[in-house]
């Protein structure tokens, strides 16, 4: 799939806040979602809460799918690239506030059904086709979102192995005996989602959320995985 532009960014952003059942469906927040961060379907339907409990990052650790003759099932993600963690941009970080404050009880999804759990992504994507409509953006998938995302952070001049890091895609020409040392530079972070999302959301002091990104503190966390800039990935012993 080709990616969104900006216009077109923009005006799917607007087909959506038009649309009652999509707004309904939480599409708008979603499809936000999806452009900020790169993840799959799967991936973004799984984040809880749990894996925001540091501002301004998001742990990509689990993937929702569908299970024959077990029903839906929030598994680890596909493979060890796929587990990481990943800054998000400033409308990203508002999307979650907002979310934040308006969360219902102890549900755990940031994205839940309308029950609360864990919301299917097969189901998810029917909604957005039928939100997309046949003509139009007919094409649009949420894979397309994943593809803009990359597309973004092309056009701002990162590597293809910082925004490989970013989709969760796998190293293999990496040597597995070595600690990976990939690093993205906060600044050209920024400039890469600087005012061309064409998404954002209204911040609560009343300005654009996409006018302005800035990359949240990061520091290095406890446990298995060593913060390198960019991404989370495992250390590797000698």
């Given amino acids: 799939p080709r990616a969104l532009n900006q216009a077109e960014r923009a005006q799917w952003r607007a087909q959506l806040d038009a649309d009652p059942k999509a707004v309904r469906k939480d599409l708008p927040d979603l499809c936000e979602w999806l452009l900020a961060t790169g993840v799959r379907i799967g991936e973004a339907l799984a984040v809880g809460w749990d894996e925001l409990e540091v501002p301004g990052l998001v742990r990509i650790d689990w993937t929702l799918t569908r299970l024959k003759g077990q029903g839906l099932a929030r598994k680890s993600t596909k493979s060890e690239a796929g587990e990481r963690v990943l800054p998000l941009p400033d409308f990203a970080v508002a999307l979650v506030e907002r979310r934040r404050a308006a969360r219902l009880g102890d549900a755990l999804p940031l994205f839940p059904d309308s029950r609360g759990g864990w919301r299917d992504p097969s189901n998810t994507s029917r909604d957005l086709r039928e939100a997309r409509g046949s ?12 593809k803009t995302c990359a597309t973004i952070l092309d056009d701002a001049g990162l590597s293809a192995r910082m925004i490989a890091d970013q989709l969760g895609h ?18 050209g972070y920024c400039r890469g989602f600087q005012g061309s999302c064409g998404v954002g959301h209204s911040s609560p002091n009343g300005h654009s959320s996409t006018s302005e990104v800035k990359m949240p503190s990061l520091k290095r966390p406890e446990g298995r995985k060593s913060l390198l800039g960019h991404a989370y990935v495992r250390e590797r012993n000698p």
């Fill in 135 to 146: 003509e139009g953006f007919g094409w649009v998938t949420s894979h397309v979102f994943r």
């Fill in 170 to 187: 796998a190293q293999p020409s990496m040597p597995q005996n070595i600690r990976s040392i990939i690093y993205l530079e906060s600044k």
